[in-house]
């Protein structure tokens, strides 16, 4: 599935490099894995090879799925009620965020940079709306081989958000 020098995507945590194919011996059994360096932060991650797939690391997307996270961006309606309370809000993007799914990721971003506008996030929220948008970036960025602030830039314009004039 993949070997030392790939990029990969953990849930939850961002792109990272595969640094090594490890086999260990646990509770007798020898297994495989996948040790990962997480490029924002440097953490180590060892994950069983088998088990690879079910914990949802993934290949870093392509060029057509930046066009989709794009399209996903510019959408007007929001994947999760945005009058429901903060805390339900927080779980419903929590859970799209540890899906690992960039699509569903790009969601939660525009989902609460659209909230921002009408009303002031929660301390959680607006860590998350920095979580998803560092996650998109780091991705994109390595998607397409550009630099970090110019993802930056093509993510805010290709935002759709509800401007409504308050008189």
Known sequence: MFKVGDLAVYPAHGVGVIERIENRKISGCQEDFFVMRI????MIIMIPSSNAENVGLRQII???EVLKVYAILKERERSVDGSQTWN???????DKIKSGSVFEIAEVYRDLSTIQQDKELS????KMLDTARSLLVKEISLAK???EEDVE?????NLFVQTVDKE
């Open 153 to 157: 830039r093509d993510i805010q314009s």
């Open 62 to 64: 392509d060029q057509n």
């Open 123 to 126: 301390f959680g929220e607006r």
């Open 39 to 42: 490029l924002e932060n440097n």
């Open 145 to 147: 081989n550009m630099k």
């Open 88 to 94: 339900r809000r927080y779980r419903d993007y929590m």
